[in-house]
């Protein structure tokens, strides 16, 4: 059973979501946030295949500098703590958390930690809670997240051209593992596709010159994150010097660039919705064991 899974038990009073009266569950979304509207869309279409579900849904955005900004413009968004608070206030007894994280680095760990806070600060007004995991955690998600990213690759790329996924990272929290594992799967069925990312160990420097050595006339970039938001936009795709496209150029080469998250993706939102009805049925496993 997930740590998170075990401490968040000890909090709650057991039962299972599916016996459960639909008005009295609530469903957290819980992303790294966005305030750049077309990125959005990405986060969106996830909402949207949650609606599937049947139960409320309250969105939170774990970055602090994301919320501050949109709350500036007048568009506030729920912290964790916040979106666990206004559950109470809609009556929620039951209550299941999706991090749409893509690893469970710095951001899955600061939600893990509200959780936990909050329920200890206020306990005894819910009955359930659970977390579902962010997006790469088992071989199964692994081997998913590469074919729905294969898939999503233009057809317009040819053998001989390169493809670049430009990940987040980050060397907090179990995550920078899990891009490891992710790069070594992409490179594993096409040497010519490369995940770096924008913290963490997988450097873009390492990337390029294996692009040079393998005389690559053109590279696709994609973004290997939920939403395509300043890093995909600026830091991938952007005019300026030291972004990846500027720096293939530089090389000789010709970037294509592709702006669009992963939440778009069918087969990726499919990943989150079985994460959720997963810690679901771990809670009633738990109900068993204990
Ligand atoms: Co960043």
Not at 104 to 128: H, T, W
Not at 182 to 196: E, I, M, T, Y
Not at 251 to 260: F, L, Q, T, Y
């Amino acid at each position: 059973m997930s740590r998170i899974l075990s401490l968040l038990l000890m909090c709650c009073l057991l039962m299972p979501l599916n016996a459960v009266a639909a008005e009295k569950a609530v469903t957290i979304l819980a992303a790294f946030g966005t305030s750049d509207a077309e990125a959005e869309k990405a986060l969106l279409a996830i909402g949207d295949a949650y609606k599937k579900n049947n139960q409320p849904i309250i969105w939170t955005y774990s970055s602090n500098i994301i919320r501050a900004k949109l709350a500036k413009e007048g568009r506030p968004v729920f912290s964790m703590s916040e979106a666990l608070d206004k559950a109470a206030s809609m009556g929620a007894t039951n209550v299941l958390i999706q991090s749409l994280h893509v690893i469970p680095a710095e951001e899955f760990c600061k939600i893990e930690r509200m959780v936990i806070e909050n329920l200890i600060a206020k306990p005894g007004r819910f009955e359930s809670v659970i977390l579902g995991h962010s997006l790469l955690e088992s071989g199964q998600d692994l081997q998913e997240v590469v074919d729905a990213t294969f898939a999503a690759i233009p057809k317009e790329r040819t053998a001989q051209e390169a493809v670049v996924l430009m990940g987040h990272g980050n060397n907090r929290g179990p995550g920078d593992l899990t891009l490891i594992a992710a790069d070594n799967a992409f490179q594993k069925r096409d040497p010519l596709v490369h995940l770096a990312s924008v913290e963490g160990v997988l450097t873009f420097n390492d990337v390029l010159p294996e692009l040079v050595k393998a005389g690559v006339k053109r590279v696709w970039l994609m973004p290997f994150m939920i939403v395509a938001g300043d890093h995909a936009k600026n830091d991938m795709a952007g005019p300026e010097a030291d972004s990846w496209a500027s720096q293939i150029r530089a090389a000789g080469m010709e970037p294509i660039s592709i702006v669009k998250g992963m939440g778009h993706n069918p087969a990726i939102q499919n990943i989150f919705l079985r994460h959720s009805a997963n810690a679901a049925d771990d809670l009633v496993t738990g109900k068993k064991n204990k």
